[in-house]
């Protein structure tokens, strides 16, 4: 029965039509945006997780920034610590000349300066942002913070998002503080009663020498001479034990709590001319060899004892941030393949496949023609039994 009422074939050919012309206009947005998942309507999941990783990913950029600016930091103070070390090498080159007898000392001197003024520039300006790792201010008040965080991952667990540092500790890096404040402790030096011991078997033994070569050699000089020689011969075995028993009972005190290690003072020996230890507190600051005597250069011997204590400390200190500057290098290349896996991933959800879209949407471009026919045929039935009716 056909109604001219309630044309169904066109009905049917219309609706048809119309759901081929939403899939045309979704395929035609997949191929002009080269997205299958645009929009929570085109897959709630896959659209939320994509939405997901590309937030992380956005994170995980910001992450990179600040392990960038962190890792520099990182390299400046390192690269200050290495020129610190050779400086050092230096100031050991000229304590050590200044050791020699007759030596212009006041010449020394002022490369000793030059090299003192260089360790205190290269500490300033190894500075990032305005900032120096090497040369700080720990006075209370200044609001110091000791410890420096680079940030250096990002994690989401169970969609908590966590993020995490690496930390620097400065005041195991620092080599000038300003809040020094020299408390450095007293030692003992090496009691030198041995030393007067010696000197007096000495003297006794160059006495009756003279005094033989002098006379006319005769016996009982000869006698006093082999006896002083004897007792010089056992002062020179008890000198030596003596040297090396008050050596043994000699304290050097304790190192000064603050500062940094160019400015801090150690509490350190320098042996006298005799071999005795002598205890001072110093800190390479203090370095003058102008006052030492070639009759005492303990003085000097302990500057060259600070050195070493401090170049050990700066070795120490490189290797610190040298594992801190491996740490970052690994995150950097641990944040880059994150960030291209989660790029992948999103790839995956929402990339719309171009080779299939476009076989799609010439299907349904062929569809779509096929049901305007279908629909021009439908609307065409009624037109005939309009025909019935007339003549």
Known sequence: MSSVLTNTAALTALQTLKLTNQSLEESSNRVATGLKINTAKDGAAYWSIATSLSSDNSVIGAVKQGLGLGGNAVNVAAEGLATAGKLLTDLQTQLSTALTPGTDRFKIQKQIDADLSQLKQVSVGAAQGGESWLSVDSTTGNGYQNVRKIVSSFTRVQGNIQIDNIEVNLDEVKLYDKNDTSDATAGKDADTKAWDDYKT?????????????????????????????????????????????ANDAATAGKDSTTGGLLDKKFAVFGADEHGFKKQYQLSVTDINVTTSQDSDLSKIRAFIAV???????VQDASSKLGSVQSQVQAQQNFIDTLTKANKTSVSTLVDADMEDESSRLKALQVQQQLGVQSLSIANQSTQQILSLFRG
């Open 307 to 313: 050195v070493d204590k401090v170049q050990k400390g």
């Open 201 to 245: 078997a000495t003297t006794t033994y160059n006495t009756a020498e003279q005094a033989y070569k002098d006379s006319k050699k005769t016996d009982a000089d000869l006698a006093t001479w082999k006896t002083a020689q004897d007792t010089y011969t056992t002062a020179t075995t008890t000198f030596n034990t003596g040297r090396d028993t």
